[in-house]
Nanobody, 128 residues
């Protein structure tokens, strides 16, 4: 399994970015997917989870109303549209595949121990 994130960059507060995560080596449409971010010196934190068919999406409270997660199973690609970015959104953003017996579904905000096959990440830096 390979996950490749892209779309990060340096932006100003209030700007927007859309991240992409392209998957290969798995039946992408069978799995829930998660977005995580890790700020310098901090633990990897769940941002969003989307069920295998995109019907159920959960978000970390700090990003609700600003971030939008979607997926295109035909393209094996996961997206994270981030609006009204702030310095607190700075970090390395990762996508990952849901593991375990409920691999198709999300259980609220994703917890990193329930996910695997991590990509290399894409850096998002928001200046104030």
């Amino acid at each position: 399994v390979q996950l490749v994130e892209s779309g990060g960059g340096l932006v100003q507060a209030g700007d927007f970015l859309t991240l992409s995560c392209t998957a290969s080596g798995l039946n992408f449409g069978d799995y829930a997917m998660g977005w995580f971010r890790q700020a310098a010196g901090q633990e990897r934190d769940g941002v969003s989870c989307i069920s295998h068919n995109g019907a159920v999406i959960s978000y970390k409270s700090a990003v609700k109303g600003r971030f939008n997660t979607t997926r295109d199973n035909a393209k094996s690609t996961l997206y994270l549209q981030m609006n009204n970015l702030g310095p607190e959104d700075t970090g390395m953003y990762y996508c990952a595949v849901k593991k375990g017996p409920a691999w198709r579904y999300c259980a609220g905000v994703p917890y990193y121990e329930h996910f695997g096959d991590w990509g290399q990440g894409t850096q998002v830096t928001v200046s104030s």
